[in-house]
Nanobody, 125 residues
Framework: QVQPVESGGGLVQAGGSLRLSCAASGRTFSKYAMGWFRQAPGKEREFVATINYSGRSTYYADSVKGRFTISRENAKNTVYLQMNSLKPEDTAVYYC??????????????????WGQGTQVTVSS
């Protein structure tokens, strides 16, 4: 069973930056896409970004495109989410997820079968 573990959340002012990390073990990390999702208070969880198994292909939600960058280091079983130009509306719990099937990638929650506990990101205005 894979258990992703997120870190790097915190409180930041609008316009600032944070980098989230997610370490995942228990599966051949380099075969699986990784995704980031977030859930704001009172809202449903939404897709943020995904990266394919090799790191050569990425996809972002329109709301974060140009501000967030997803990357991965397969040698460290770790995926990152660099968040720049943060806005108050980026405030949410951010979740890391591992794809359920090797060599596939997607933006739907059903594409992922292992989820972390989440890390809080709060952006003050």
């Amino acid at each position: 069973q894979v258990q992703p573990v997120e870190s790097g959340g915190g409180l930041v002012q609008a316009g600032g930056s944070l980098r989230l990390s997610c370490a995942a073990s228990g599966r051949t990390f380099s075969k699986y896409a990784m995704g980031w999702f977030r859930q704001a208070p009172g809202k449903e969880r939404e897709f943020v970004a995904t990266i394919n198994y090799s790191g050569r292909s990425t996809y972002y939600a329109d709301s974060v495109k140009g501000r967030f960058t997803i990357s991965r280091e397969n040698a460290k079983n770790t995926v990152y989410l660099q968040m720049n130009s943060l806005k108050p509306e980026d405030t949410a719990v951010y979740y890391c997820a591992v794809a359920g099937s090797p060599y596939t990638v997607g933006s739907l929650e059903d594409s992922y079968d292992s989820w972390g506990q989440g890390t809080q990101v709060t952006v003050s205005s």
